[in-house]
């Protein structure tokens, strides 16, 4: 876990702290359009189960629903460009899936991050991880739902590649997004839920390879 300043606590996953909250207008709305979420009993994928890439298959949808059918594609094509962008370090790129401001949950809670604050601490966070043994992200599975006409619930998963002096190991991280829709279809993270402290997880595993 890389710590800048006293400011932020970042991990490769998206692990943020930011000690200037600030909350734009579409974001206040989030804790009512999650609450009309049905409960999931489909337990988070364990680490360590490799899962193969794919998507939401066509049978599993509705006939008839193409606009649905659309969405998910486009959901599916905005996290492969963020799996580009983050493996080019493209810092601009990154920042183009982001809203302004927007909501980052993970194990020590939730608070707002500015966009302008997160893109700052991208190359050194990167760095961090990568000293760490962290030296390739890539998408695994995307599940995208959507919540009303302006925003799509997704469950994604990140497969990482960890490497020390005993070998390599693959990792997951799983996280979950809301994102808004805007002008010509297009796609910004308002709301990211990461279900794992990846930082304690790389940790773990150079202790037991030790």
Same mark, same amino acid.
């Given at each position: !876990?890389?710590?800048?300043?006293?400011?932020?606590?970042?991990?490769?996953?998206?692990?943020?702290?930011?000690?200037?909250?600030?909350?734009?207008?579409?974001?206040?709305?989030?804790?009512?359009?999650?609450?009309?979420?049905?409960?999931?009993?489909?337990?988070?994928?364990?680490?360590?189960?490799?899962? #193969?890439?794919?998507?939401?298959?066509?049978?599993?949808?509705?006939?008839?629903?193409?606009?649905?059918? /659309?969405?998910?594609?486009?959901?599916?094509?905005?996290?492969?460009?963020?799996?580009?962008?983050?493996?080019?370090?493209?810092?601009?790129?990154?920042?183009?899936?982001?809203?302004?401001?927007?909501?980052?949950?993970?194990?020590?809670?939730?608070?707002?991050? #500015?966009?302008?604050?997160?893109?700052?601490?991208?190359?050194? !966070? #990167?760095?961090?991880?990568?000293? !760490?043994?962290?030296?390739?992200?890539?998408?695994?599975?995307?599940?995208?739902?959507?919540?009303?006409?302006?925003?799509?619930?997704?469950?994604?998963?990140?497969? !990482?590649?960890?490497?020390?002096?005993?070998?390599?190991?693959?990792?997951?991280?799983?996280?979950?997004?809301?994102?808004?829709?805007?002008?010509?279809?297009?796609?910004?993270?308002?709301?990211?839920?990461?279900?794992?402290?990846?930082?304690?997880?790389?940790?773990?595993?150079?202790?037991? /390879?030790?």
């Amino acid at each position: !876990m890389l710590q800048e300043g006293s400011n932020y606590v970042v991990d490769i996953a998206g692990n943020f702290n930011a000690s200037r909250p600030s909350v734009s207008k579409h974001l206040r709305i989030l804790p009512r359009i999650l609450r009309r979420l049905p409960p999931t009993s489909t337990p988070l994928p364990r680490y360590g189960a490799t899962p #193969k890439p794919k998507f939401k298959k066509d049978g599993d949808r509705t006939l008839g629903h193409k606009s649905e059918e /659309q969405m998910d594609q486009r959901v599916k094509e905005f996290f492969l460009l963020y799996e580009r962008a983050n493996s080019s370090s493209d810092v601009s790129a990154i920042g183009g899936l982001y809203a302004d401001t927007f909501m980052f949950g993970g194990p020590n809670g939730v608070q707002a991050v #500015k966009k302008e604050d997160f893109l700052k601490v991208i190359p050194k !966070m #990167k760095a961090h991880f990568s000293s !760490m043994g962290l030296s390739e992200t890539q998408l695994q599975t995307v599940e995208a739902n959507p919540l009303d006409s302006k925003y799509v619930l997704a469950k994604v998963a990140w497969g !990482m590649n960890f490497r020390n002096s005993s070998g390599s190991k693959h990792l997951e991280a799983f996280a979950t997004y809301v994102l808004v829709r805007g002008h010509g279809d297009s796609l910004s993270i308002v709301f990211q839920i990461d279900h794992q402290d990846l930082a304690s997880v790389i940790k773990e595993q150079q202790n037991t /390879q030790q």
